[in-house]
């Protein structure tokens, strides 16, 4: 495993680099349902890029991606979960706050997960067998604060429905922040920026957080309470397992 | 006036390199008047630094600040209008996008604002006689966008209440960020990350911004499209200035 983890880095950062490289290149837009809903050609090329890379090195394995057609059941064999650019709006608009992300399952146990946020250069990378890191420092886990004494990471349309009462717990926190990264936001979470992340996503933007969360006391998981089913779209919660049952009190 | 410039970017540096070498300080909180209001002993302790300083230096200037009690008019003589940490939950809870803010005006005209983002080390600088840069890079004006190809600097509170319509702008829009630092909300608007951002503000809050705005084409204005009293809380709106009748639109 440890081959394949050093493996996954590379790929990750080589990913990242390829994208700084090509930060002022003109890109292709392309609407997916919603004109807020963008994909562009160089999410198409990192994704083409990493698969082929995978399949190369260790072709019997499968891949779970943002940009491919494929859904997997996670539950079996040796599955990658990628996603070339996670914050793709973030990536044309601002061209900052955006990540690449990986994670790796074996028979439906996460191995490894990385969160690599390109411009400020930070990888997160462990879970499974390896400590978690951001870059070369090691994160202790979960620093045990109140609700109150943290910030949560929800968009302000979640906010505004009060989706599942989210709104209500936020109030009961610092405030919200909305950094249109669901991969960075989580990484947060895990550095304690912040005490916790929702968002209506896929498992792609999911995947590698729960892989990382799981070694420093951090649950992933729907805003009902449940595991995530890994297929689909969600709403999912990520938060410090001893703050669950607080949160709890205020979802519905 | 070139003396005067200089002599505030060390000072607004020096405030930064303060705070970053007592970011590991213990944090005497305290609410000014709601739970989620806060300030620290370094709050204080860097108003009352910039402060000393100014006065040694220019001891007939006027200073008004966030940590002070004095509200001056702006409207005549040399004052200097500070904010010590713009984004003081950031600061204590996530260690990062806080920002110095400070701002020089004479007889009522802007003569230069400086925007510090001490985590990222990038100050922007400049405004009335001196260009506008991101530490040595040249900031150019306003590069023309549409508000559907834009995102907007908007916290989750105001979107659900869709204060003054801000709420219909942002759903005409990419969608919403929200980082907890109107400072450095601005300084995005001035680089092109966000295309706007409205905010429920002070006069320390936007008075840089608003200098620096100037130069490159953008507007300071209340939601009811005034000029800011640069006096008391207001609502604001930091944009382009060709996209203002766009906006206004929407605002009501």
């Known amino acids: ?41 160089l999410d ?16 019997t394995d499968r891949i779970l991606g943002e940009e491919s057609l494929e859904h997997l059941p996670l539950g079996q064999g040796k ?8 914050g793709t709006t973030n990536f044309i608009v601002q061209k900052a706050d955006f990540a690449v992300l990986v994670a790796y399952f074996e028979d439906g146990l996460g191995q490894f997960g990385l969160i690599y946020d390109v411009i400020e250069d930070k990888l997160y990378h462990g ?3 390896f400590p978690v890191y951001e870059n070369d420092r090691l994160l202790p886990p979960f620093q045990s604060k109140s609700l109150k004494e943290g910030l949560i ?15 209500d717990m936020a109030d009961h926190t610092l405030g919200t922040r909305s950094i249109g990264s669901a991969g960075i936001s989580f990484a947060h979470v895990l550095t304690g920026r912040l005490l916790a ?13 729960s892989i990382l969360g799981e070694k420093l006391g951090y649950t992933m998981m729907t805003t009902s309470g449940k595991k995530p089913a890994f297929y689909g779209r969600e709403y999912i919660i990520f938060a410090p397992t001893e ?10």
């Open 197 to 209: 992340q929702a968002s209506y996503i896929y498992p792609w933007d999911y995947a590698a957080a």
């Open 127 to 129: 879970g499974g067998q």
């Open 243 to 252: 703050k669950i049952n607080e949160i709890k009190r205020y979802l519905r």
């Open 153 to 167: 990471g929800l968009n302000a349309g979640l906010y505004a429905q009060n989706y599942a009462g989210l709104g």
């Open 79 to 86: 599955v990658w979960v990628i996603d070339p650019i996670d």
């Open 1 to 41: 495993m440890e081959d394949k983890y050093q493996f996954a880095k590379e790929l990750v950062l080589d990913a990242g680099e390829f994208l700084r490289q090509h930060l002022e290149d003109e890109l292709v837009i392309e609407e997916k349902g919603h004109f807020t809903d963008l994909v562009t050609q």
């Open 44 to 59: 198409k090329t990192v994704q083409e890029n990493l698969t082929a890379k995978i399949m190369e090195r260790y072709p």
